[in-house]
């Protein structure tokens, strides 16, 4: 049986629009690079710092990376 990939939850701490990319932080001071082609929703330009997203993470070749990152009505406690 394949076991799914946990979502969590973080906000965008950084992006750089013009070269497609960003970081995600957590609430435990993880950060989790992604890139424009790993956002779901909404499009990669409309997020801004702050924003409260899920993901996942999968390792990758740079280490481990935010994948299906995605905005929406979740809240983060804290």
Same mark, same amino acid.
């Given at each position: 049986? *394949? /076991? &799914?990939?946990? =979502?969590?939850?973080?906000?965008?701490?950084?992006?750089?629009?013009?070269?497609? +990319?960003? +970081?995600? !932080?957590?609430?435990?001071?993880? !950060? +989790?690079? +992604? @890139?424009?082609?790993?956002?779901? &929703?909404?499009? %990669?330009? &409309?997020?801004?710092?702050?924003? =409260?997203? /899920? %993901?996942?993470? =999968? #390792? #990758?070749?740079?280490?481990?990376?935010? *994948?299906?990152? @995605? #905005?929406? *009505? &979740?809240?983060? !406690?804290?």
């Amino acid at each position: 049986m *394949k /076991r &799914h990939a946990e =979502e969590r939850l973080g906000r965008i701490a950084r992006l750089d629009l013009n070269q497609g +990319f960003g +970081f995600i !932080e957590t609430d435990d001071g993880d !950060e +989790f690079y +992604f @890139s424009r082609d790993n956002v779901l &929703h909404p499009p %990669f330009e &409309h997020l801004m710092p702050g924003t =409260e997203v /899920r %993901f996942i993470t =999968e #390792a #990758a070749g740079d280490g481990v990376q935010a *994948k299906r990152v @995605s #905005a929406g *009505k &979740h809240h983060i !406690e804290g």
